[in-house]
């Protein structure tokens, strides 16, 4: 009988520069990961730049073999 897996939110910050991804940082929660997103735009080109969050689901399995996420 197949176990059901359970998912866990992550929450990734994500900065774009000239259209291409360059970082990419896992968050426990969405504030944390704003506030990564707050810092970077205080120094990207809104033209051409922008940093966003994004809600990642992650199964439980998987999340023990990462790294600590902040």
Same mark, same amino acid.
């Given at each position: 009988m197949k176990r059901?897996? #359970?998912q866990v939110s992550l929450?990734? +910050?994500v900065k774009?520069?000239?259209?291409f991804i360059s970082e990419a940082r896992l968050f426990g929660t969405p504030g944390q +990961?704003?506030?990564?997103?707050?810092?970077w735009q205080t120094h990207l080109n809104p033209d051409y730049d922008e940093a966003a969050v994004v809600r990642a689901r992650v199964s439980a399995d998987l999340l023990r #073999?990462?790294?600590t996420v902040v």
């Open positions: 059901k897996q #359970t929450w990734v +910050a774009v520069e000239r259209g +990961a704003q506030r990564s997103v707050r810092g #073999t990462l790294p």
